[in-house]
C-alpha cells in the first residue's frame, strides 16, 4: 500500500472555524490531490500540487486553501467552516503526470461535519 | 473540458451473473488516461486499471475485463461470475492536459451482489 496518512480520520466542528486537514506522505511522489466526496457527485477535485509551494485550484476550490512547505505534506484548509463543506476528504499522490505512471493513490480519507 | 459519465446510478445483480459497468467519456486531448477505481463499503479507493489512449487493446484480469473504445469514448467495466465480495461503489476517471492530468472522477456506479 501506497504511504499515505490522513489525519485527523473524523472531526466535527462548528461553523465558522478553521479547520485544517493534513495528509502525508512517505512515497516520495511529486504531485498531491484533495478531492472531497459528496453523495450524487462521485470525487471533486478540490486543489493539486505539482511540487513544493506550487498548487492550483481544482473544481470546487472556493472556501478552501492549500499549503505544501515540504514534499511529503500537503495540508488542506477550510478558512471558515460552512455546512456545505461537510464531506468526507480524501488526499492522493501521484508520481508522474501524463505517463505511465499516472496513477493516483488515495488516503483512507477524513470524514468532516460541520454542525 | 473533460466529462466522465457513468449513467448507471445503481446496479443489483445475484451472484454468479455477469455485469457491466458503463464509462463514457469526453475530452479535447489526444493524449489522455483512463481509470477504474473500486470503493468498498470500507470506504478506501482501490485503483483498478489504467488505460492509454494510443492503447485500444482490451484487458483481461481474472473475473475483471475492460472493453476501451475510442470510437464511441467508451471504457467500459465487465465483472464474471459476480461475486458478494465485489459489492462496492466503482468509479471510471479520466487524465488529461485539460485538467492538469488530475483525475477527473464520474459519479460512481453502486453494484450489489446478493446471495
Known amino acids: 500500500d501506497a504511504g499515505i496518512t490522513q489525519s485527523p480520520r473524523h472531526k466535527v466542528t462548528e461553523t465558522g472555524t478553521p479547520v485544517t486537514l493534513r495528509c502525508h506522505q512517505t512515497e516520495n511522489h511529486r504531485y498531491m490531490y484533495w478531492y472531497r466526496q459528496d453523495p450524487g457527485h462521485g470525487l471533486r477535485l478540490i486543489h493539486y500540487?505539482?511540487?513544493?509551494?506550487?498548487?492550483d485550484k481544482g473544481e470546487v476550490s472556493d472556501g478552501y486553501s492549500v499549503s505544501r512547505s515540504k514534499t511529503e505534506d500537503f495540508l488542506l484548509t477550510l478558512e471558515s467552516a460552512t455546512s456545505s463543506q461537510t464531506s468526507v476528504y480524501f488526499c492522493?499522490?501521484?508520481?508522474?503526470?501524463?505517463?505511465?505512471?499516472?496513477?493516483?493513490?488515495f488516503g483512507q480519507g477524513t470524514r468532516l461535519t460541520v454542525v | 473540458a473533460q466529462k466522465v459519465t457513468q449513467a448507471q446510478t445503481e446496479i443489483s445483480v445475484v451472484e454468479k451473473e455477469d455485469v457491466t459497468l458503463d464509462c463514457v467519456y469526453e475530452?479535447?486531448?489526444?493524449?489522455?488516461?483512463l481509470f477504474w477505481y473500486k470503493q468498498p463499503p470500507s470506504g478506501e479507493l482501490v485503483f483498478l486499471i489504467r488505460r492509454n489512449s494510443f492503447d485500444e487493446q482490451n484487458e483481461i484480469s481474472g473475473r475483471y475485463s475492460w472493453n476501451f473504445q475510442k470510437s464511441t469514448s467508451s471504457f467500459n467495466f465487465t465483472i464474471t461470475a459476480s461475486q458478494v465480495v465485489d459489492s462496492a461503489v466503482y468509479f471510471c476517471?479520466?487524465?488529461?492536459?485539460?485538467?492538469?492530468?488530475?483525475?477527473?472522477f464520474g459519479k460512481g456506479t453502486s453494484l450489489l451482489v446478493t446471495p
Open positions: 500540487s505539482y511540487g513544493v509551494k506550487d498548487t
Open positions: 475530452t479535447r486531448d489526444t493524449t489522455y488516461y
Open positions: 492522493a499522490i501521484s508520481e508522474s503526470l501524463g505517463t505511465a505512471n499516472t496513477e493516483a493513490f
Open positions: 476517471a479520466l487524465s488529461g492536459s485539460a485538467s492538469g492530468y488530475a483525475l477527473n
